[in-house]
């Protein structure tokens, strides 16, 4: 068939801005990992996905419903292509081998993911520090804090090798919102605090290297964890509504995995350097929103629940 100007006019055009990136994401096995993996593929990378949940393994989460084989697939099947390796970040050993890996493979580093966690299984809210158990709580520094350590000083070299790279630090919670309240858990507060200052101080030290750090949170997480936690699934998740009333600005994996699409495309993505962002303020500021059309904004919603009882569909 012979295409017409009109034809080629009005045919849509296939936008990868992303396409010859290499991205890790760190803690890809489910949650907003996966999602961002996902995501970035969708925009056409290559995306080296982690974590320690195979199908041949299972981690102390628990749950052999996510694999990062899985994960890889779904990148993958989105546009771009997805490479899982087994790794536990903290172990060094297996984070160079990864690193290694990538340099071998690749060449190249263009986007870092810190997204290693896993330890909402340790948390507990409603006790003083000396009432929880300690043995949990230290865990959960080593599994919110260690990992990302361990992986920013293996992964930077590489990273820095060429101009424009981006790191993204996520946690829970923007430095406004922690900076002021207390996450009800020591430890966890410490280990959602700790990634805050390590974009803050990465963004100090990657500045001559023409690279961007940056600390990302998501709001309230559809994750596979909180569906299955209130028996709820992605195509039914409204019915929690009832017994959660935030859970009316709950948001997918998707919308912070567009976030960090948005932000690795963006040209002038410097200027968010240091700084601590949320997946709501990104979507106002790309103009990308969840996979339902709307652009839910949960810390807002939350704030403004601190003094009054706010619509949620004003924040949607």
């Not at 990062?68 to 490479?83: F, N, W």
């Amino acid at each position: 068939m012979v295409m017409t100007t009109e034809t080629q006019e009005t045919k849509p055009q296939e936008t990868k801005p992303l396409r010859g990136r290499v991205c890790l994401v760190a803690g890809a096995t489910r949650g907003a990992g996966r999602g961002i993996a996902v995501q970035l593929g969708a925009a056409g990378a290559t995306v080296y996905v982690t974590g320690r949940t195979t199908r041949e393994r299972l981690s102390e989460v628990g749950r052999a419903t996510e694999t990062i084989e899985e994960t890889a697939e779904l990148v993958t099947a989105a546009g771009g292509e997805g490479i899982a390796v087994p790794t536990d970040h903290l172990e060094q050993d297996q984070v160079r081998a990864l690193i290694d890996r990538i340099d071998r493979e690749r060449g190249r580093l263009d986007v870092l993911v810190n997204d290693v966690w896993g330890g909402e299984h340790l948390l507990v809210f409603g006790k003083k520090t000396w009432e929880n158990d300690l043995t949990d709580g230290l865990r959960m520094l080593e599994l919110g804090v260690r990992t990302h350590a361990i992986t920013s000083h293996t992964a930077l070299p590489l990273l820095i090798r060429n101009p424009g790279g981006l790191v993204v630090e996520v946690t829970d919670g923007t430095t406004a919102y922690n900076g002021t309240r207390y996450r009800e858990n020591l430890f966890y507060d410490l280990a959602k605090n700790a990634p805050l200052r390590m974009a803050f101080g990465l963004g100090r030290e990657l500045e001559e290297y023409g690279a961007t750090a940056v600390a990302l949170t998501p709001g309230w997480l559809r994750s596979e964890q909180m569906l299955a936690g209130f028996g709820v699934t992605e195509e039914n998740w409204r019915d929690a509504v009832a017994k959660v009333p935030d859970f009316a600005v709950a948001e997918s994996p998707a919308y912070i995995g567009r976030a960090v699409a948005a932000l690795a495309a963006d040209p002038d993505r410097h200027r968010w350097n240091g700084g601590s962002l949320s997946s709501a303020q990104l979507a106002k500021e790309y103009g990308f929103t969840d996979t339902d059309g709307s652009q839910p904004d949960a810390w807002g919603f939350i704030v403004a629940g601190e003094t009054g009882t706010p619509d949620a569909n004003d924040y949607r």
